[in-house]
């Protein structure tokens, strides 16, 4: 069964920094990729960055980069996500999700209807 659990998130202050951890069970990354996305209240679920472990390529929305860095330990079966200079705005509840490899990468590395398993989703709140 394929499961995705994610941690690290919690309240920070503006200017701050979290990593998300996403531990992947009952799949290998061999032909898989994971993104991260998130949803604020009242907004849609909005695509972060994803990342194809197996060659370690990454894929970021335009405007998540500079601030969210995608990376992955294979041997951990963990890809995580690093946010630093956190802005209120970025409050959210955060998702990593898995999608086959070859169905959205290149081309289409954030097509949430493609990731088929989701996890249950951490919270991060940025105080101003």
């Known amino acids: 069964e394929v499961q995705l659990v994610e941690s690290g998130g919690g309240v920070v202050r503006a200017g701050g920094s979290l990593r998300l951890s996403c531990a992947a069970s009952?799949?290998?990354?061999?032909?898989?990729?994971v993104g991260w996305f998130r949803q604020a209240p009242g907004k849609e679920r909005e695509g972060i960055c994803s990342?194809?472990?197996?060659?370690?390529?990454?894929y970021y929305a335009d405007s998540m980069k500079g601030r969210f860095t995608i990376s992955s330990d294979n041997a951990k079966n963990t890809v995580y996500l690093q946010m630093n200079s956190l802005k209120p705005e970025d409050t959210a509840v955060y998702y990593c999700?898995?999608?086959?490899?070859?169905?959205?990468?290149?081309?289409?590395?954030?097509?949430?209807?493609?990731?088929?398993?989701w996890g249950q989703g951490t919270q991060v709140t940025v105080s101003s």
């Open positions: 990342i194809s472990p197996t060659d370690g390529s990454t």
């Open positions: 009952g799949f290998t990354f061999d032909d898989r990729a």
């Open positions: 999700a898995t999608a086959p490899r070859g169905l959205i990468l290149p081309r289409q590395p954030l097509a949430r209807a493609s990731f088929g398993s």
